[in-house]
């Protein structure tokens, strides 16, 4: 089961309603697709104008496509995947330019241009990524754990914690990171890494200050985040130019754009009174305060954390949503006439147990975790 809130402009949500604004339950079926069920499909991707869903071996594309709204599609695949491969070894990943078929057991890339429409084409990620020496070469038994992509940027990470960039994958350094690398995110112009050993490296372009080193450089290389360095991160999300990290003591870390109060921060002022509105970047990790509507801080862990490009979703450790930022789809779970931002983080939703967070550009998902592994 899905809640949403925020855009369905398309109608990738199946809904009427052009705007979401309440966390409103999904479970409707498609009659004019096989009865596809999005209740029961696995949601993969969340795009602009389109979501991907994956029901067994076959995929489905939501919203708008060919130049018509309110759509299901049934993704066609490469035959080979019909007869031969587990549904398990598959997942896939879209952008406005590209749908990526991906086999995560034999670490292959099929790439479907959305632009030209002729057809597939097939990367091997372990023959075809250029590496400067052989000792740096993907094992065999390695195998593509994640890809994020976004309209810029593309990123593997296998199993063995190597990380690839581009669409002709090449071998990323990340010898010097503290622990194997086990989860990756991307904004749009900034990477952000997480370690097994809880460390945190950034890298891309730091206009915004979203890469967290206090300057506004330009990196090419994963650098580590040493505002955090002695606190192990469990969990990291990447906005559009802000960043997210979350200690194993459910503590957020926010840094980067603030421009709509996406990161939640809140001091006081010079005389003592709270400031709401934040400052408009913040070029380091900053220690987010949750505070309720009579100003108190509220003493429970966050246990999960989203952001979609200029907002921010978190959880705490009651099953409680909590919502700060740009709120022009409803993406906050808030009427966007009454809020079109919110600088500070505003309980929106008290949800069931089993649901995690995952944000879309524009919106706000909550997933069932029970149906999500069905």
Same mark, same amino acid.
């Not at 754009?257 to 003592?272: A, C, E, F, I, M």
């Given at each position: ?58 995929? +489905? ?12 599609v049934k ?11 587990c ?27 959305l632009q030209?429409?002729?057809?597939? $084409? ?11 020496n052989?000792?740096?070469?993907? $094992?065999s ?34 010898? !010097? ?7 990756? $995110? ?79 921060? $809140?001091?006081p ?14 070029? +380091? ?55 079109p ?19 879309? !550009? ?13």
């Amino acid at each position: 089961m899905y809640r949403i809130t925020g855009t369905n402009l398309f109608g990738q949500w199946l809904e009427d309603d052009h705007i979401i604004s309440d966390f409103r339950s999904i479970t409707r079926n498609c009659n004019n697709y096989n009865n596809f069920d999005i209740e029961t499909a696995k949601l993969l991707q969340i795009c602009w104008s389109y979501n991907i869903f994956q029901l067994g071996k076959d995929f +489905f594309l939501t919203g708008h496509w060919n130049c018509k709204e309110n759509k299901v599609v049934k993704v066609e695949l490469p035959k080979e995947y019909y007869t031969s491969a587990c549904e398990s070894n598959l997942t896939m990943v879209g952008n406005d330019y590209n749908i990526i078929l991906v086999d995560k057991k034999y670490n292959f890339l099929w790439i479907m241009d959305l632009q030209k429409k002729i057809g597939s $084409r097939k990367i091997n990620l372990t023959t075809e990524a250029p590496l400067e020496n052989s000792s740096k070469r993907m $094992r065999s038994e390695s195998n593509i754990s994640k890809v994020a992509l976004t309209n810029n940027s593309c990123l593997c990470l296998t199993s063995d914690g190597s990380v690839y960039n581009g669409l002709l994958p090449s071998l990323l350094d990340t010898s !010097h990171c503290i622990g194997k690398v086990c989860d990756i $995110r991307s904004g749009y112009e900034h990477f952000i890494l997480l370690t097994d050993l809880g460390h945190v490296y950034t890298w891309g372009n730091g206009r915004r200050l979203q890469l967290g080193h206090g300057n506004l450089d330009n990196l090419e290389t994963p650098t580590e985040v040493e505002a955090l360095a002695g606190i192990k991160i469990i969990k990291i999300r990447a906005g559009g130019w802000h960043c997210l990290a979350l200690s194993e003591f459910g503590d957020l870390y926010t840094w980067g754009w603030n421009d709509s109060g996406q990161l939640g921060v $809140r001091h006081p002022d010079t005389k003592g009174v709270l400031n709401r509105e934040g400052l408009k970047s913040y070029p +380091f990790p900053t220690l987010v305060d949750i505070l309720n509507q009579n100003e108190e801080e509220i003493n429970m862990n966050i246990k999960d954390i989203g952001c979609g490009s200029r907002h921010t979703a978190i959880m705490l450790e009651d099953n409680s949503i909590w919502t700060t930022g740009y709120n022009k789809y409803g993406q906050l779970g808030f009427s966007p006439e009454l809020n079109p931002t919110v600088s500070y983080f505003k309980k929106a939703f008290q949800c069931e147990k089993d649901f995690v967070i995952e944000c879309g !550009h524009w919106s706000t998902v909550l997933i069932n975790t029970i149906s999500a592994s069905k």
